[in-house]
């Protein structure tokens, strides 16, 4: 079981950054690929970026790629969701997401935390 915790979401102005933190309980986080994704009002929950359990290896959506860095800290038990060059469409609830490797889908979800660029 991992049970994940988001923070860092806020309302910042376009051209802003914001870190988000996904801080996670149990001890198999390290063996597990994160993620981030995102769901906009009246949109379906859509992929950003995910790094994988060594953090040799990330992975962004094409809408955030440039702008968006994810790293983890395994000893914090932590992932980041570094964020710049902030968007009014980057406007969304940011989940935080865990899963097995060798798994395809996410097991795993925080609550979610809101990011608000307006526009």
């Known amino acids: 079981q991992v049970q994940l915790v988001e923070s860092g979401g806020g309302l910042v102005q376009a051209g802003g950054s914001l870190r988000l933190s996904c801080a996670a309980s149990?001890?198999?986080?390290?063996?597990?690929?994160m993620g981030w994704l995102r769901q906009a009002p009246g949109k379906e929950r859509e992929f950003v970026a995910e790094?994988?359990?060594?953090?040799?290896?990330?992975n962004y959506s094409d809408s955030v790629k440039g702008r968006f860095t994810i790293s983890r800290d395994n000893a914090k038990n932590t992932v980041y969701l570094q964020m710049h060059s902030l968007k009014p469409e980057d406007t969304a609830v940011y989940y935080c997401?865990?899963?097995?490797?060798?798994?395809?889908?996410?097991?795993?979800w925080g609550q979610g935390t809101q990011v608000t660029v307006p526009s």
């Open positions: 997401a865990a899963r097995r490797a060798m798994m395809s889908s996410y097991a795993y």
């Open positions: 149990g001890r198999t986080f390290s063996s597990h690929v």
């Open positions: 790094i994988s359990w060594r953090g040799d290896r990330t």
